[in-house]
């Protein structure tokens, strides 16, 4: 996991937004939150009462987290998955993570096993099929950024289509795909005027990607659960 930008999306339609109003929807604990950061989703959930285990990578980070779940486990997913007790959780959250790993279907095959049996898993996965990703490759340029779909710490990139299969051989079925759009609002930093340009040009953004979101989408949300799975529960549209 990178260790210098990772933040708050502050924007209701980023992944952040997105994933904590699926979890609050499902409202099945205990919840494992992969690579917990400095604990967002925990301060986002807070409130529900929800039992959350978090792991985290990043020392400092995990640190900063601890006040917000029951346990966290310190190292990456492959190296503490088996202090994770088994068939434990009903939530799984792996939020732009698994993108970090070497072997995302391995990781998620894991934790499968510490998953209940019909356990739901919300994971979010850049877009590398965006417009802008699109147009640099028209030009020849594929370069390794700071943060974004191209950050230089990704070890995998994914379409909707990639990641659903890279989902399906981990034994997954994906229920729900859904769409983000650039948090432009990260931008402005603590700039009110630039902030409020860019919140227009968000508002004007979100109908593309709702339109053409293979195309506009910044990352993709995927609700799945195993494959064994039969009857499932849909969920409410956000």
């Not at 996991?1 to 609050?24: C, E, N, T, W």
């Not at 095959?109 to 417009?131: C, G, K, Q, W, Y």
């Not at 989902?167 to 930093?189: D, F, I, N, S």
């Not at 990352?219 to 409410?236: E, M, N, P």
Request: charged fraction near 20%.
């Amino acid at each position: 996991m990178p260790d210098h930008h990772y933040s708050l999306k502050d924007d209701p339609f980023s992944s952040h937004g997105q994933i904590a109003r699926i979890v609050r929807q499902l409202n099945r604990g205990p919840v494992l939150d992969v690579g917990s950061a400095q604990g967002i989703f925990g301060r986002l959930l807070r409130d529900t009462g929800l039992t959350m285990d978090a792991v985290e990578p990043n020392p400092t980070w995990a640190q900063e987290a601890r006040p917000f779940y029951r346990t966290v486990y310190t190292g990456t997913i492959e190296a503490v998955c088996s202090s994770l007790p088994r068939q434990h959780y009903a939530t799984i959250i792996c939020g732009d993570v698994l993108e970090h790993t070497v072997d995302p279907v391995l990781v998620l095959r894991r934790l499968r096993e510490h998953a209940m049996p019909d356990a739901t898993f919300v994971i979010s996965l850049p877009n590398v099929a965006h417009v802008s990703v699109r147009m640099m490759l028209l030009f020849g340029l594929f370069p390794r950024m700071q943060r974004g779909i191209l950050d230089r710490t990704h070890l995998h990139f994914f379409t909707r289509r990639t990641a659903i299969q890279m989902l399906h051989e981990a034994g997954l079925r994906v229920e729900r795909a859904l769409a983000t759009p650039v948090p432009l609002a990260q931008l402005a930093g603590d700039n009110a005027r630039r902030r409020r340009i860019l919140n227009a040009l968000s508002s004007l953004q979100r109908p593309l990607v709702a339109l053409l979101p293979r195309l506009f989408a910044f990352q993709w949300i995927f609700v799945a659960r195993a494959d064994t799975v039969s009857a499932l529960t849909k969920l409410h549209q956000p």
